[in-house]
């Protein structure tokens, strides 16, 4: 099949807001596809190709830009090939090799079919085909149940080789899909709640957890094989040596973990974010031990525990790794689920999880029976531009640049204001038309893309933190940032300043971010974290 196929439906998906509209042309698309090209079909409209990330960010695409074809020839497959010789392309002299093959690649697509790949390659592709949409996708093409096609993604962690089967194959063979110690499965996620009894009263009788500022880990152990995967599934096992040695000593012969790995400070705190995830680089230098705590057992010794409720999966997992098992109390009370959530916070983590002591383990999920709980920061940031938006945006400035202001000139003029992120979350419809007047209306210059604005306009934030970025003045990057409202009581010169900003980074609230993460999110709502 050609790939503009996929490139318009991808089209028509993201300019509907409509789930079942996007369901219904999804799955048109998934009956006329060849079976082979189901599962790179499934991974391109997710922006999850195969090949994962291939190392091109937004400057590897400007470097490649050149003039399009003038008609679509380019097949699913060709693509495809073309990523696959990006992933193998390593040593010396391998950087022109990849522009070379990217060149040529975009040499032969349309217009139209450049913006898609692009997309694809940086992570970038706002379709709105989500997993979640492309799965009920999968159940329309192939006549399954949805929660059978569900179940199968979940355990097997490959959302195109499930499309592939549940299409192709029998409801027999889509049911024989199980748990298999030593491959991933997708994590179970958590909704969100302003407050621990606020969850409570959602949960009832639930494990009030720590929420841990650390790097998700899943662990799987047969016999003495160990391997560890990300919340992505990616494979870091030879990165964590001190995380096997502790699951080689449990007293188990099978096993599958759901945790967190982080680093600790001589008192047993948490040390800042980076410090943990600088361990995960590939050619970092294991300065740091990593500490895993596990709040989840999802098999042990042949017996699968999905389906056993929480309170179940709490005693194996006492029973097998005591002394790393995240901290948290059982209860129904709400005064003790806010004494747990103090005790979080005051020891330093990020806050609490409130977990029903009822519920089964639904990978991949985000529903009410995981409940996390966290204080939300916010700050009066200044607008210095807008982005056009796409899709039903398109017509809309969209997507806000964000300054913070420098009173002192540290990073800048003094009194002028540093660049500290982007969004586009949080807008509603009608604080998009607001702003898309307001702002041409105090417009200084623009481009194709971006109206820049005199910085006068004043914007309440909420974010999740910060993190360290060398793509801003400022050395810092916001968190998950999204809009709470503008402050129309507020002057550019009351706005929060960058180094308000940057002594985040002493707290648990800073991250570390890589060059090459900060370059591949480019033009993101929020960093990379």
Known sequence: MLLDEIVRTSEAVATTRSRLAKVNELAGLLRRLDPEDIPTAVGLLAAKPRQGRVGIGWSGMRAAKVESAPAPHLT????????????????????????????????????????????????ELRTGALEGVLTDAIARAAGRPIEAVRRAAMLSGDLGGTALLAITGTPAQLSAVGLVVGRPVQPMLAATAASASEALEATGEASVEYKLDGARIQVHRANDDVRIFTRTLADVTHRLPEVVEVVRGLPVRDVILDGETLALDEDGGPRPFQETMSRFGADAARTTLLHPWFFDVLHIDGRDLLDEPLSTRIGVLERIAPGH???????GDAAVAEKVSHDALAAGHEGVV????????????????????????????????????????????????????DPDGEFGEPGGYVMVGKTFKGLTDSLLQWQTKRFQELEVRRTAGTVWTQPVTVVEIAIDGVQHSPRYPGGIALRFARVRRYRDDKTAAEADTIQTLRALLHTPRGREVSPRSAESDSGRDAPLS
């Open 76 to 123: 699913i497959a060709d693509l495809d090939a073309a990523l696959d010789r990006l992933l193998a392309a390593a040593g010396a002299g391998s950087t022109v090799d990849r522009a070379a093959t990217l060149r040529t690649l975009m040499a032969e697509a349309t217009e139209r079919e450049q913006a898609f790949i692009a997309g694809v390659l940086v992570g």
């Open 325 to 331: 098992r995240i901290p948290g109390k059982i209860t």
């Open 354 to 405: 409130v977990k029903a002591v009822g519920s089964t383990y639904a990978a991949g999920r985000r529903g009410s029976n995981w409940i996390k709980v966290k204080p939300v920061l916010t700050y009066d940031l200044v607008v210095l531009a807008c982005e056009w938006g796409s899709g039903r945006r398109t017509g809309l400035l969209s997507n806000l640049h964000l300054g913070a202001l």
